[in-house]
C-alpha cells in the first residue's frame, strides 16, 4: 500500500495541480479574469487559463428575490377562449344553426344546437376536442376537456380537474423559460429560476440592485399583436386603451394578423428622423408573408400595435410592407425601449404573474455573511490543525497539509462548474474539513493500534491505512448518498450545501487517503524509521 508506480505519482500530482489551478481566478477580481481571457491566445485551451471564479449566491453578494405566481383564472379565461375558436371552427365545418350562439362558462364553452341531425353530425368533431393526458409514472389520466350533451340540445365543452392542472404546469414550465431568456438578457451571472409548488415561480437574481426593473421585466407578459383598427360600423371589435391618445380607448378589430409568436428578433434602435429611442423587428417566413399581404389589402388604414392589451402604437399603412420587417414607436425612454425588446425576443408569457413576495438583499449584508462564513472556516480549520498536529505530531502536520489541498480542490471544483456558492454552502466547507480530518484520525489510529500489536513501522503504516480503507468509504458512501438526497429533493440553498458537500467528499477521500498516503510513503522511504511517532 505504500509503494507507488511513478504514473500513479504523476497522476496524484497533476490532479492536485490542476484543482489549484482552477481555484486560481478566485484571487483576480472580475476586471483582471476579463483582462486575462482577452489576453489569452485562442489555440490556448481554456482549461488551462480558467477564468471562471466561484460565483456567489443571493446572500452573498445581495441583490433580488421575487416570488411569483400563474394567474390561473387569467389563463383559463384564455384556454377557454381558445375552446371556443375550436367549437366555432367546428360549427363552421359543419354549417350547424345555433341558438343563442357560444356562451363562456366558468369552466368552458356551451351552445345550444336544438336539431338532432345538426347536433349529431357536430359532435364527432367536438369529441376530438377530448385530447387524453398522459402521466410519466401512471400512464392516461383522463382528458383535458369533456364534451357532454344536456337536455334540449345544450352541449357543453369544459376543461377537467386534471385539464386545468395540466394546463398550469404547462403555463409554468414555459414561463420558467421565458424568465430565464429575459433575467439572461439582463446580463446578470447564475440566476436561479425554479418551480415553487404547483402555480409558483422563484426568482433570485445575485447581484442586481434595482428590484423595480426586474419586476418589469418578469411580471410584463409582453403579447404583442398586429391588427388593425376598426372601420365604422364593424362588430367584430373590442376597446383597447391607446398610448397615443392618453389612454383614451379605441375600437380595435379581434382578428389578429400577426402574433409575437411569429417575431425572431427585436433590436432596439433610434429612428432616423426624430433621434427617438424605437424597436426594429423582424418576423419569420410565414409571419412576414401574413404581415405583408395584411398590408397590402388594407393600404391607407391604421394598423394597431397591441402590447398587453393596449394600442401603443398606431401608424397608417402607406405602402405594403412586404420586407418582413418594421419598428415600433411609443415616446420610450432608452431603458424601455431596451426592456422592451428584451421581452419580445425571450416571448410572451402564458399568463400574467403577480408578486407575491419580494425582497432585496443588500451588498453589505452579502459581505458580513461572507465574513461570518470566512471566520467561521478559518476558526474551524484552527482548531482542527492545533488538535491533529497535538495529537499525532508530524502526521498531523501531513493532515493539515492534505485538508488546505481538499479546501482547495474543492474551490476549484466549484469554479469550474460554476456552482453558485451560498451561505449553506460555505457550511458544506467546514462540514467537509471536520469529515475530512475524520478519515485521518481512523488511519492514524488504526497505524498506532497495528504498532502496539508489535508489527514493525512499515507493516503498520501499510496495515492501518488498507484496513481503514473500507471504513472511510462506509462513511463516505453514505453521506455522499443523504447529499444526493437533499439536492435532488431540496430546492435553492439547501441544494447549495448538498454540492458543496458532494465535492468535499470526492476530495476528501482523494485527498485524505489518496494524497496522504502518498506524503506518507514518500517521507517512509527518505527516513526509513524504526518506529512510528504517530
Known amino acids: 500500500m505504500l509503494r507507488f508506480k511513478t504514473s500513479t505519482t504523476i497522476a496524484i500530482l497533476v490532479a492536485v495541480a490542476f484543482g489549484m489551478l482552477l481555484a486560481m481566478p478566485n484571487l483576480l477580481s472580475q476586471s483582471q479574469r476579463d483582462a486575462l481571457a482577452a489576453a489569452t491566445p485562442s489555440f490556448v485551451p481554456s482549461f488551462l487559463v480558467p477564468t471562471q471564479g466561484i460565483v456567489l449566491g443571493l446572500d452573498l453578494q445581495g441583490g433580488s428575490h421575487v416570488l411569483l405566481e400563474v394567474d390561473v383564472a387569467e389563463l383559463m379565461g384564455r384556454e377557454a377562449q381558445n375552446l371556443r375558436d375550436q367549437v366555432r371552427q367546428a360549427l363552421r365545418e359543419t354549417r350547424t344553426p345555433l341558438e343563442g350562439g357560444i356562451q363562456m362558462t366558468t369552466q368552458g364553452v356551451q351552445l345550444r344546437v336544438p336539431d338532432d341531425a345538426a347536433r349529431a353530425q357536430l359532435m364527432p368533431l367536438l369529441d376530438e376536442l377530448e385530447v387524453p393526458l398522459e402521466s410519466a409514472t401512471i400512464g392516461q389520466v383522463g382528458t383535458a376537456v369533456v364534451v357532454t350533451e344536456g337536455p334540449g340540445g345544450l352541449v357543453t365543452a369544459s376543461f377537467t380537474e386534471p385539464g386545468v392542472t395540466e394546463r398550469v404546469s404547462r403555463a409554468v414550465t414555459q414561463a420558467i423559460e421565458v424568465l430565464r431568456q429575459r433575467v439572461d438578457a439582463l446580463g446578470t451571472t447564475e440566476p436561479n429560476i425554479q418551480r415553487q409548488g404547483e402555480d409558483r415561480i422563484l426568482v433570485q437574481v445575485p447581484g ?87 398590408t397590402t389589402r388594407n393600404v391607407g388604414r391604421q394598423l394597431a400595435i397591441v402590447l398587453d392589451d393596449r394600442v401603443i402604437s398606431a401608424p397608417r399603412v402607406q405602402s405594403p410592407i412586404t420586407g418582413g420587417s418594421g419598428q415600433i414607436s411609443g415616446q420610450f425612454s432608452v431603458q424601455e425601449a431596451n426592456d422592451l425588446s428584451v421581452l419580445l425576443r425571450a416571448g410572451a408569457l402564458p399568463a400574467r404573474l403577480t408578486i407575491v413576495e419580494e425582497r432585496t438583499v443588500g451588498p453589505g449584508l452579502g459581505a458580513d455573511s461572507i465574513r461570518a462564513g470566512i471566520t467561521a472556516a478559518a476558526v474551524g480549520a484552527l482548531l482542527v490543525v492545533i488538535f491533529m498536529v497535538a495529537s499525532y505530531g508530524f502526521f498531523g502536520v501531513l493532515a493539515t497539509i492534505s485538508l488546505t489541498v481538499n479546501v482547495v480542490l474543492i474551490l476549484g471544483l466549484l469554479s469550474a462548474l460554476g456552482a453558485t456558492l451560498t451561505l449553506p454552502g460555505i457550511a458544506g466547507i467546514v462540514l467537509t474539513i471536520g469529515m475530512a480530518v475524520d478519515s485521518n484520525v481512523l488511519i492514524f489510529e488504526r497505524v498506532r493500534e497495528e504498532e502496539r500489536l508489535g508489527r514493525s513501522a512499515v507493516s503498520s503504516l501499510d496495515t492501518g491505512f488498507s484496513r481503514a480503507l473500507g471504513t472511510i468509504l462506509d462513511a463516505n458512501i453514505t453521506t455522499l448518498i443523504a447529499a444526493a438526497v437533499l439536492f435532488f429533493l431540496g430546492t435553492g440553498p439547501v441544494r447549495g450545501f448538498a454540492v458543496t458537500l458532494s465535492l468535499g467528499i470526492i476530495t476528501t477521500v482523494f485527498t485524505a487517503y489518496t494524497l496522504t498516503r502518498l506524503m506518507v510513503a514518500t517521507w517512509f522511504k527518505v527516513r526509513r524509521p524504526k518506529t512510528l511517532a504517530a
Open 208 to 294: 442586481l440592485q434595482d428590484p423595480e426593473r426586474l419586476k418589469t421585466i418578469l411580471g410584463e407578459t409582453a403579447q404583442l399583436e398586429f391588427r388593425f383598427l376598426a372601420n365604422p360600423g364593424d362588430s367584430d371589435v373590442e376597446m383597447l386603451p391607446s398610448e397615443d391618445l392618453a389612454g383614451e380607448p379605441v375600437a380595435v378589430e379581434r382578428q389578429i394578423i400577426v402574433g409575437g409568436e411569429d417575431l425572431i428578433d427585436a433590436q432596439p434602435a433610434f429612428d432616423q428622423q426624430t433621434n427617438e429611442p424605437i424597436v426594429n423587428f423582424r418576423f419569420n417566413v410565414s409571419g412576414a408573408q401574413r404581415f405583408g399581404d395584411a
